[in-house]
């Protein structure tokens, strides 16, 4: 039986897109590969087109109908908040929470005003709680964030009887769906920063910076150790592929202002160091990660790095590029373990230098990564890495305790959300309304109903 799938991405989906609605897009492809009938939806633009499935914008009206077509729902982000009608268990509901949102905004919010950055947080923190709670099944990005987001479930009572009973190890409800990397190899049509930017020549060494410049990112540790390397070795280049985001509703942040300001400091602004002021279109990455030599990811040491999956390192290796990256994320034990390049510790400029120096310029040593990245890769295949979500649509069903009709006390019909701060100049409160919603303090319990 040919099921009918709908996935909804609240990204921009066109020649230039961002991982939210490379991942959707990614998720159509291999779900129309194994015979269902998909229809891919943006909440905010669309502008692609497939042989194989449907691309549209949808405002609501719109998307009531695709919903009342569909035999599941797949979406991400802020959906449910945008579309709270789609709570109703008419609806079998997949949320791909691979992006732990809640983590991510403590450093994104850290440019707003202290109300604004407590607002963002709840009302981010609530919108995952509403999406788990009311799930039929998830995706997550690792096993390490599949622990993580079992301690939320566990705090939200989704981990209950009826969903034990029916699956003692809860993967029919949770499991993981990497990010994952194109099943055909990369091909280069023209060069994309070799020979083509002024400043970077055809025999110059270029180190990417495969994505967009966030606050939870350390780029000025990567431009000082660039700044120091590249005084030994002057055929050194760092190349930013993304600075403007396809979203734009993704501005700008503090730390790629930052970025551009140091690399002017050092006197490395277009002579060492290189910004694409732009978004390369999907279609046509190959063609810069193909004139890379080596892909870098630097991060701090915080929360949001534990938990993250960076969706820029599965570019790296679809590239086969080698990998210098740093350490306290789910990729660098995957980097330790297959040999895929250096991992460092968290702001340390001398072993950032000295890691990119001995992948890049001790001989030999490029190419021996470059196979285990390319044996690496092949386990990252799209087809491969979104078997779990395959075997869903093809059997999709509503969680065990959503059949139960299992009541907590957050999800009775009372309205509002609330937080209130004191400190912030006196007091400070907020209010959240949330259609059937509630939070409370009250302890109550409701059994199984039905």
Request: glycine share 6%; with cysteine; proline share 5%.
């Amino acid at each position: 039986m040919e099921r009918k799938v709908l996935i909804i991405t609240p990204d921009s989906i066109g020649v230039k897109m961002a991982g939210p609605a490379i991942r959707a897009f990614e998720m159509a492809k291999v779900l129309a590969a194994a015979s269902a009938d998909v229809r891919l939806v943006s909440t905010v633009y669309a502008e692609l087109s497939h042989d194989a499935f449907s691309i549209e914008y949808a405002p609501e009206a719109l998307m009531r109908s695709y919903a009342n077509w569909a035999d599941v729902i797949v979406f991400q982000g802020h959906v449910l908040a945008s579309f709270p009608w789609l709570l109703d268990p008419r609806y079998i509901l997949v949320a791909d929470i691979y992006d732990p949102m809640h983590l991510e905004v403590l450093e994104q919010g850290k440019d707003l005003s202290a109300e604004d950055r407590y607002h963002l947080s709840l009302h981010t923190a609530e919108v995952l709680n509403v999406q788990i709670e009311r799930a039929d099944f998830m995706l997550c990005a690792s096993e390490k964030q599949r622990d993580f987001w079992l301690g939320q479930l566990a705090g939200l009572y989704r981990i209950n009887p009826a969903t034990y009973d029916d699956d003692h190890s809860l993967r029919s409800l949770l499991d993981v769906a990497p990010f994952g990397i194109e099943d055909s190899a990369p091909v280069q049509t023209r060069h994309g920063i070799k020979g083509v930017v002024p400043g970077i020549s055809e025999t110059d060494t270029v180190v990417l910076w495969g994505g967009g410049i966030y606050n939870w990112f350390d780029p000025l540790t990567l431009i000082r150790a660039i700044n120091a390397l590249s005084k030994r070795h002057p055929d050194l280049r760092l190349f930013f592929l993304g600075v403007k985001h396809p979203n734009p509703s993704v501005p700008e942040m503090a730390v790629s202002l930052r970025t551009r300001e140091l690399a002017a400091e050092l006197g490395l602004l277009d002579t060492v160091v290189f910004f694409n002021e732009g978004w390369v279109p999907y279609d046509e990455r190959s063609n810069f990660l193909l004139d890379a030599d080596l892909g870098v990811s630097t991060h701090f040491d915080h929360l949001e790095t534990a938990f993250s999956f960076r969706t820029r390192i599965l570019d790296y290796l679809w590239a086969s590029l080698p990998i210098v990256s740093t350490d306290g994320d789910t990729f660098a034990s995957i980097i330790r373990e297959n040999d895929l390049g250096r991992v460092v510790p968290p702001e340390d400029v001398a072993a950032l230098e000295s890691a990119l120096e001995d992948v890049l310029y001790k001989e030999g040593e490029k190419e021996r990564i470059t196979a285990n990245v390319q044996k690496y890769a092949s386990k990252m295949r799209w087809s491969l890495v979104l078997a779990p979500l395959v075997a869903f649509c093809a059997a999709p069903r509503r969680a065990a305790d959503n059949i139960r009709k299992v009541i907590t006390p957050r999800n009775v019909e009372i309205h509002e959300l609330r937080l209130r701060v004191d400190g912030l100049e006196g007091s400070t409160s907020w209010r959240i309304t949330r259609p059937l919603r509630w939070f409370t303090t009250k302890v109550r319990s409701r059994a199984l109903r039905g």
